[in-house]
């Protein structure tokens, strides 16, 4: 990789000139800050500036632009694939002080931000206002709108909302040669040109950097109620979210985790229901305060002709967090028992979760890998983990055979490899399993036409940019 001190003196005095020298990070220890995300992966960038307005950024694109050096959008580093590390050196764009609320229209259900605003923080100033941003990803209490908005974030709260895309009205951006574009505005209705919003949205920072977004904004329920279902099957359970989903009024969440997630959780005074479970499935609703329990008991009625092992409906707020504490408590315990796990967001219609679950059981079984799977049922994006670890090369050898057989299984199910953490690096080998050749060579002649010269986030996506 290429030194801090071969990158061009005149280079170093234009980005210091665009974001002032206090902006401007070249010692070891702060560029080593923005050398790691939730990959683990490690990839040094030769600079880093933190811009504070949109002008700022622009200066920084137009140096980067015309000295041909990398430029890589980052957030908070909460990405599951990669997004945000400088594979190819250059300079990581910071946007965590471009983080101002700019203006928020109660009337109109919109809140303009920029990109370093917090999915939390955002949500906590909408809340007297009585509204909220469904996209509800994990990391909430740290990751930002800006990379929602790369990746096309999403959560619980997609099964009933929809994903980002979904929730965002326009942007403003800049592009790779540092000059400004604004798509969509400020109205829930618009069919005035082709529609970029959507194209930017999930790009993944590799056509240009947003610094502004106009976001459509929902009511807050007034209430909610959580139950949680445990089944003598996976099959059952899978089942079951399909009957949930096939009619009525869809629930806020429908969550969903399998035996050896179970397992793990089993002793830690978690919520994980009957002991000989299976399977378990976590559903929430929403509404009034008068008729929120009517749909409570109308979801625990569509559950029913699956024969659950037990049904729990929480009483108050407090036992539903209990309850809840077992499907947050997953993702920590993985990381402490595998030396290395491999996080996949696999997506099937849900008509065919029940062959996905059977799927992978018969994988685990005769690739002899752990695979723990739980997540967002409701949709069918389901957390495909595989346990593996570095220091046993043929458990390595066999986990990606697993990871192999896991992605032709999604595809052949008419799914998708990612409902929500996108491609980045960790992805891009497989990109080809899933889009034709002329859908892929229309991505690349988009990319080639918004950022010509190839610098704006290098080495994610497509393999062609390595």
């Known amino acids: 990789m290429t030194a801090v001190s071969d990158l061009d003196a005149t280079f170093l005095d234009e980005l210091a000139t665009a974001v002032g020298s206090e902006r401007l990070h070249v010692g070891a220890a702060q560029r080593e800050a923005y050398a790691w995300d939730n990959t683990g992966r490690r990839f040094l960038p030769q600079a880093v500036v933190l811009p504070e307005t949109q002008e700022q950024v622009a200066g920084v694109l137009r140096a980067c632009h015309r000295a041909q050096v990398p430029v890589v959008p980052r957030g908070a ?27 928020v229209a109660p009337e109109d259900r919109l809140v303009v931000v920029e990109p370093g605003v917090v999915n939390a923080d955002l949500q906590a100033f909408l809340l007297p206002h009585g509204l909220f941003w469904p996209p509800d990803p994990s990391s909430a209490r740290s990751c930002t709108i800006g990379g929602n908005l790369a990746m096309c974030a999403a959560g619980p709260n997609a099964v009933r909302y929809g994903v980002t895309r979904n929730w965002v009205l326009g942007l403003e951006v800049v592009l790779a040669d ?19 919003t959507q194209l930017l949205i999930g790009s993944e920072g590799t056509l240009a950097v947003v610094v502004k977004a106009i976001l459509k904004l929902a009511p807050r329920p007034e209430a909610r109620r959580l139950m949680r279902a445990s089944f003598r099957t996976m099959a059952a359970a899978a089942q079951a979210v399909a009957g949930v989903m096939s009619r009525g009024d869809p629930p806020a969440a429908l969550e969903f985790l399998d035996p050896a997630a179970l397992e793990l959780l089993r002793g830690q005074e978690v919520g994980v229901g009957h002991p000989q479970a299976q399977a378990l499935l976590l559903l929430e609703v929403v509404g009034s305060s008068e008729d929120v329990d009517g749909k409570a008991r109308e979801m625990m009625a569509r559950i029913e002709p699956f024969d659950p092992l037990e049904t729990l409906l929480a009483a108050n707020e407090q036992e539903a967090k209990r309850v809840w504490a077992a499907r947050y408590a997953l993702s920590p315990t993985l ?78 199910l008419n799914g998708t490899l990612s409902g929500e953490h996108g491609v980045g690096i960790m992805k891009r080998d497989y990109i080809h399993w899933e889009l034709d050749p002329s859908s892929l060579k229309m991505h690349q002649k988009i990319k080639n036409l918004l950022d010509p010269v190839g610098i704006l986030n290098p080495g994610k996506v497509f393999v062609v940019n390595d």
């Open 77 to 103: 580093g909460t990405g599951c694939v990669g997004g945000g590390l400088a594979v190819q050196g250059g300079v990581i764009l910071s946007t965590q002080r471009l983080n101002r609320i700019l203006m």
């Open 178 to 196: 540092g000059s400004l574009m604004r798509t969509g505005g400020y109205t829930t209705k618009g069919v005035v040109g082709y529609d970029l």
């Open 335 to 412: 990381t402490k028992i595998a030396p290395r796990r491999i996080n996949e967001d696999v997506v099937v219609p849900v008509s065919r979760l029940a062959n996905l679950v059977d799927g992978l059981a018969v994988i685990s079984l005769e690739t002899g890998v752990t695979i723990v799977s739980f997540g967002h049922a409701g949709n069918g994006n389901i957390h495909v983990n595989l346990l593996t670890n570095p220091a046993d090369p043929e458990l390595e050898r066999r986990a990606k055979q697993a990871l192999d057989r896991v992605f032709r299984l999604v595809l052949d």
